[in-house]
């Protein structure tokens, strides 16, 4: 089972890109799927997730208005769409399946690196 992240890059403040997550060895359409990311030096934090079926999005409220969330089951895949990017939005990010607690998620895929120039 496998979560494979891609889409990171260097973007400038203000700028947008658009982060891809692909899984493969078994269907995540039935679980809830999302995104968190780590800062250099900082503790890794939530940053979106979206419930199986797409019912139900949540985002951190410091990406909030900026970022959204969706996902292609035919894929097997959860974007994260992220508009207005500041410096702070620096990060590795990690997209992550199968929530058992907003922090706790069964499935972590390798991170992809988004740095934001000022």
């Known amino acids: 089972v496998q979560l494979q992240a891609s889409g990171g890059g260097l973007v400038q403040a203000g700028g947008s890109l658009r982060l891809s997550c692909a899984g493969s060895?078994?269907?995540?359409?039935?679980?809830?799927m999302g995104w968190f990311r780590q800062a250099p030096g900082k503790e890794r934090e939530f940053v979106a997730a979206?419930?199986?079926?797409?019912?139900?999005?949540n985002f951190a409220d410091s990406v909030k208005g900026r970022f959204t969330i969706s996902r292609d089951y035919a894929k097997n895949s959860v974007y994260l769409q992220m508009n207005s990017l500041k410096p702070e939005d620096t990060a590795v990010y990690y997209c992550?399946?199968?929530?058992?607690?907003?922090?706790?998620?069964?499935?972590w895929g390798q991170g992809t690196l988004v740095t934001v120039s000022s």
């Open positions: 979206i419930s199986s079926g797409s019912i139900n999005t």
């Open positions: 060895g078994r269907s995540f359409s039935h679980c809830a």
């Open positions: 992550v399946a199968d929530q058992r607690t907003r922090l706790t998620w069964t499935f």
